[in-house]
């Protein structure tokens, strides 16, 4: 019969074929419990700007040269029908009731109360 070898006093081999084992089934537990959840993405810190609704085409001459497609320096109702606010207050512009807006009249909208 073979003598178990024998590292330092009271320490034998099987002992750490046994805590190797313990450690086999510690890392085996811990691999079947499935992974941690890690730490939660923290929000960004400058968050991108809230897109806001385009401002009300104001009177004036840049405004009234892109709306005067045939470039006549009048306004059609068909040429202001490209400006929704426009259309509602074309009829109270048209100071001379000629059915055309002129850069004039088109530049006093500024004075005139805005509809209800």
Do not use: K, W
């Not at 019969?1 to 190797?20: E, F, I, K, N, S």
């Not at 923290?42 to 104001?58: D, G, I, L, Q, Y």
């Amino acid at each position: 019969m073979a003598t178990p070898t024998v590292y330092g006093p009271g320490r034998r081999r099987p002992l750490a074929a046994m805590l190797t084992c313990v450690s086999i089934v510690l890392a085996s537990a811990a691999f079947a419990a499935g992974p941690r959840p890690g730490p939660q993405e923290a929000p960004p810190r400058n968050p991108p700007p809230v897109s806001t609704p385009e401002p009300e085409r104001a009177p004036g001459p840049d405004a009234f040269t892109a709306l005067d497609r045939n470039a006549d320096g009048l306004l059609s109702r068909e040429e202001a029908a490209a400006d929704a606010a426009l259309v509602l207050r074309f009829d109270q512009a048209d100071r001379d009731d000629d059915g055309l807006l002129t850069a004039e009249e088109f530049a006093a909208m500024d004075d005139q109360p805005p509809l209800p």
